[in-house]
């Protein structure tokens, strides 16, 4: 099946992200953002290589050295091609964007059922292209705001690619509150994601399990709300707990509630 919608919410992102970057100067490019290690336009940079590798072109053949950032091999090759374009413009890195992006968005509108069913190796384990896609709003979306909090230039926060970015980590909480905030047996979590992007998930722990449940039990042990910026913030990792606290409002068992957000981290 042709993910339509996984397209567009792409093509928004993408021509956001361009118009947005389209306003910048050197001084802005090269300004560090929350992503570790990385300015502004290393996100961009990041980005092109990774649409790159999607439409078949070749890796870069630069090799980044270490960095205490890097966690593994995806990092490792992210790295490298950050670092290929680093000593470049940012206007001249903003030209290859838009030229990929172009030629990106023609090859997806142009895709039949067999191309995004294509099999492949994704950030997630073994998926297809257009679930790679899927994961791609997400990504492109995540570094949008790097650069948009970044340069004080907010924005673009209550779109498609915003909510599908939020569904997609709140698949992640259940081993938030069960794993990691040992929340105990027979108890329950409620996170409150407030806006832009509005969510209420509600998190048991039974069985020694986890799971999401759709009826607030009358005890709730502890309820955790937060508006959906801080959300993403936390985790994809681009602030730690200690540094949210102030933008978090915890109810009921407070050692529970500061768990979850302490453990929030839940990108690879």
Known sequence: MIPTDTIEKLEHTWSSISSLCATLDEKQWKTPTLCPG??????????????????????????AGPREYVKN?????????VEERRSKSGA??????????STRLAALKGGDDEYFA???????????????????????????QDIRVALGLPGNDDSPSAHLSVDRLLRTLPIVVGKRAAT?????????????????IIIAVSNGRA?????????????????????????????????????VLISGDNTIGSAVVDNFNMMI
Do not use: Y
């Open 92 to 101: 001249d890195v903003l030209a290859e964007w838009n030229e990929l992006v």
């Open 73 to 81: 091999a995806i990092g490792a090759a992210n790295e490298n091609e």
């Open 211 to 247: 799971s999401v449940v759709s009826t607030r039990p009358p005890h709730v042990l502890a309820e955790v709300s937060m508006d959906s910026n801080t959300f993403m913030a936390l985790a994809c990792g681009r602030i730690s707990g200690a540094n949210a606290h102030s933008r």
């Open 184 to 200: 105990p047996e027979g108890e329950t979590v409620v996170l409150n994601v407030m806006g832009p992007v509005t969510r209420t």
């Open 118 to 144: 294509k099999e492949m190796m994704t950030p997630t384990g073994p998926g297809t292209l257009a679930d790679f896609l899927h994961i791609r709003v997400m990504d492109c979306w995540v570094h949008e």
């Open 38 to 63: 990385w300015t502004v336009q290393d996100n961009l940079s990041h980005m092109i290589g990774t649409e790159r590798f999607l439409h078949g072109l070749p890796s870069s053949t630069v090799k």
